[in-house]
Antibody, heavy 115, light 113 residues
Framework: QVQLVQSGAEVKAPGASVKVSCKAS????????IHWIRQAPGQRLEWMGR????????QVAPKFQGRVTLTKDTSISTAYLQISRLRSDDTAVYYC????????WGQGTLVFVSS | DIVMTQSPDSLAVSLGERATINCKSS????????????LAWYQQKAGQPPKLLIY???TRESGIPDRFSGSGSGTDFTLTITNLQAEDVAVYYC?????????FGGGTKVEIK
């Protein structure tokens, strides 16, 4: 069955960077985009961007451009979300999801930003 | 950006009754060349990731009970839960995937009356 397994929780200081991984299994990795969505405490879901798992091209929401980098490693069926210059309001659960309508989701990765 | 507006913010429904959630997009999300509405519905239970219920506005995802149904076209959409069960308590989100950035509604919390 399809599974997306994300890396574990992170605690970071403001200004630092974080890299979250998302390992896919149960389907051909290059068949579908991987999307990244975050959810701050008590807030709505917020789409961050998507990576083309075939050619590595990415599209990032304007709000996150310049701070977010989306990459992938096809050899290990893994996508990555990197956020630089973290701020306290980046504290959220970050999800990866497969396909443009998000058919399968990772379990989520809590990123906590605090001094 | 396409703004997705859901209503109501919350509703309480008796077991076995019907819940209706509305979602309105700020511009059409109907792609005329394939006649598909780029609208999905998700269910999120406390402490869990969202779960896809409906895509293309009315296509039920595999394994989703048929008491969940989606309708609408263009800019106005509805998720209907008939015969509400206790396990349907959750927050429900609509999402457009017509254009980048993808955007979600604010969510509707469904509780048991």
């Amino acid at each position: 069955q399809v599974q997306l397994v994300q890396s574990g929780a992170e605690v970071k200081a403001p200004g630092a960077s974080v890299k979250v991984s998302c390992k896919a299994s149960g389907y051909r990795f290059t068949d579908f985009f991987i999307h990244w969505i975050r959810q701050a405490p008590g807030q709505r879901l917020e789409w961050m961007g998507r990576v083309n798992t075939e050619d590595g091209g990415s599209q990032v929401a304007p709000k996150f451009q310049g701070r977010v980098t989306l990459t992938k490693d096809t050899s290990i069926s893994t996508a990555y979300l990197q956020i630089s210059r973290l701020r306290s309001d980046d504290t959220a659960v970050y999800y990866c999801a497969k396909r443009d309508f998000q058919q399968n989701w990772g379990q989520g990765t809590l990123v906590f930003v605090s001094s | 950006d396409i703004v997705m507006t859901q209503s109501p913010d919350s509703l309480a429904v008796s077991l076995g009754e019907r819940a209706t959630i509305n979602c309105k997009s700020s511009q059409t999300i109907l792609f005329t060349s394939n006649n598909k509405n780029y609208l999905a519905w998700y269910q999120q239970k406390a402490g869990q990731p969202p779960k896809l219920l409906i895509y293309w506005a009315s296509t039920r995802e595999s394994g989703i009970p048929d008491r969940f149904s989606g309708s609408g076209s263009g800019t106005d959409f509805t998720l209907t839960i008939t015969n509400l069960q206790a396990e349907d308590v959750a927050v429900y989100y609509c999402q457009q995937y017509y254009s980048i950035p993808l955007t979600f509604g604010g969510g509707t919390k469904v509780e048991i009356k």
